[in-house]
């Protein structure tokens, strides 16, 4: 069947298969699967089926990256790279739009003035050079397999298949001529895949297949039960990423940029092990490198780098000042102390307000959605905010009441727990 994979590849560039024909074959593989070693192939045939971007020899084990199978307050890719970068490794960072409950890191950084994410592979390869990091969007010429085929599963209903999953990010990721991959799965309610034992069958997938292709690939198992952070919504996570690449994030979201850090680190041979590397990344968090690296990168794709000169100048620039954004609290009705956050029903309250996209085309509210206020672990009084919404129309009865009810309250103190379930 190895032929025949790259054949199918070859006709889906080429256009000499319909639509139809490409729907059939994607239902094939979703319904029957492939064994391991088709995976690679599938994969190896997707990665050259266009540009394959090249750098330097010196740099053979510096070019690093991480992907994220998206979860609800995951903007963990805005402060990894530069911190990543700060100390020495380069990061080409190729990421993605969000479909579904809020925006993916693209949507999310253009949320700032002027964020160019449309780089050509020659301004890439400039930019890793000169500030050693960027986040852009896919290329018309890196992996345009890919780019046929997920539009079509998309439309289709054949997302979830591990093989066309694994072929899919790893192609992409593969063409941007890493050395090493950190791939983060989310396991819980509100991620891609709700329980452990999917998620482990796709982290098999994904190790095996990039090593297949040459790529040392890491994957860390991460909880998304409940949102990381505080904030929701594509201006609002830029601010707290902000706060974090300046020492002031939530702890939860500096351990996952420490620990997968770490990992890219230690791939890059620029530590010894995991620990050393999160040591170093938590210090350019708070050393103001990694800050630095930030506005530089933003700089570099297109932002005036005065906008970070002050947290009024930001709030500007994100449009959070905008006298047409309404704030609503939604309180406790009782006193405990938080033990449980739904993110799903957070993170669909957030879409309908505008923070997240339905349709491929659909336009995003940058900056719309929630700062929740009251974490895991927090203890509340009856009528203390629990969340603070952020949004242009009225929010509906209805939807009060399903984020009053996405709190639960215990009488005794709940601990919060790491997020990370394993590395494997």
Known sequence: ????????????????????????????VFENGLSQSETVELTHAMVHSGTILEWPKEWAHLVVDKHSTGGVGDKVSLPLAPAVAACGAKVPMISGRGLGHTGGTL??????????VGLTGEELQT???????????????????????????????????????????LSKKAAAGLSAL????????????????????LAASMTATGEGLGMDTTVTLTEMNSPIGFAIGNALEVLESIETLRGNGPADLEELVCVQGGIMLTAAGICNDRDEGAHMIHDSLHDGTAMKKFVDMCESQGVDKDIFDSENSVLKALGLLSTTLQTTEVCASEEGYVCDINALTLAKISSDLGAGRKNIDDLLDMQVGMIIDAHIGTPVEQGEPLVTIYHRTDLTNQQKGKLL??????????????????IL
């Open 1 to 28: 069947m190895t032929s025949e994979i790259q054949q199918a590849v070859d006709c889906i560039v080429d256009g000499s298969l319909s639509d139809k024909q490409v729907e059939d074959w994607l239902r094939n």
């Open 107 to 116: 949507d999310k950084l253009e949320s700032i003035p002027g964020y160019r």
């Open 182 to 201: 950190v791939m983060d799965i989310k396991v819980g309610r509100a991620a891609f895949m709700e329980n452990e034992a999917d998620a482990r069958e």
């Open 127 to 169: 930019q890793i050079d000169t500030v050693g990091c960027a986040i852009v969007g896919q290329t018309s010429d890196i992996a345009p397999a890919d780019k046929r085929m997920y539009a079509i599963r998309d439309v289709t209903g054949l997302i979830a298949s591990v093989p066309l999953v694994t072929g899919s990010i």
């Open 405 to 422: 009810n996405a709190f639960t309250l215990s009488e005794t103190f709940t601990e919060p727990a790491s997020r990370i379930i394993d």
